[in-house]
């Protein structure tokens, strides 16, 4: 038995892609430009930070974690997501969000579902909330095996009891750390390649059989890969 499970959220926990696309979208723009320049490596984590928030700031200069949040409203959970983290408790299982999208998000959707443990990555306000231009990093996008192994010592989980949920080849790290790893929705084969076990359709509960190792409709067993010890 599992006694604790991390999972994504952007495509995870959530029906959109990314809690920061998603305020891009609010003020009908993108940052594509930063997008690249990070997936070149011409830029780290914390640029990228800046750069969504220069583009958010031309559209309303003095945007507020306020009004993140209202823009972050509408996003809804993922359809089944209720339904698992409700069995997942039931049985005593802990859990955890570990996300490189947005704290405001994240904490709301940790509310919601009574998740343990919430980890994601923030903003550098002044004294009224406004944002300053920086980013808080508790979650690197490429760092998520090293983040989930400080929650485990944490809380004093092993890896072999550790089960987690992701949608990209940002969370195979996650999988790394973890007896169980769910490839849920994934856009990616990596993370295919690398979970335990697949869920394709857009339902969360659809992985509670992989997480509890009773296999259930709509599952499939991924290739064998070796499990930590």
Known sequence: MLRFVAFDMDGTLVDVASSWRSVHEHFDDQNEEGLNAFLSNRID???????????WW???????VFDLERIL??????????????????????????????????KRVGRELGIDYVLANGFRTDASGRLTGEGIIRVPIWG?????????????????????V???????????????????????DAVRRAAT????????????????????????TAPARSQPS
Request: hydrophobic share 40%; glycine share 12%.
């Open 73 to 106: 409203a509408p996003v809804p959970l993922m359809p089944g997501a209720t339904e698992l983290l409700g069995a997942l408790h039931a049985r005593g299982i802990r859990t955890a969000i570990v996300s490189g999208g947005i704290d405001l998000l994240a």
């Open 144 to 164: 998520k095996e090293r983040i989930l192994a400080g929650i485990q010592e944490q809380l004093g989980f092993d890896p072999s009891e550790t089960g987690s």
């Open 166 to 188: 992701g949608n990209s080849e940002i969370d195979v790290g996650m999988f790394r750390r973890s007896r169980v790893g769910v490839a849920f929705a994934p856009e990616d």
């Open 58 to 64: 031309r559209h309303q200069p003095d945007i507020s």
């Open 45 to 55: 984590d914390e640029e990228f930070v800046r750069s969504d928030i220069r583009i």
């Open 197 to 220: 076990a697949v869920v394709e359709e857009r339902d969360l509960s659809k992985a509670l059989g992989a997480l509890l190792g009773t296999g259930a409709a709509g599952v499939a």
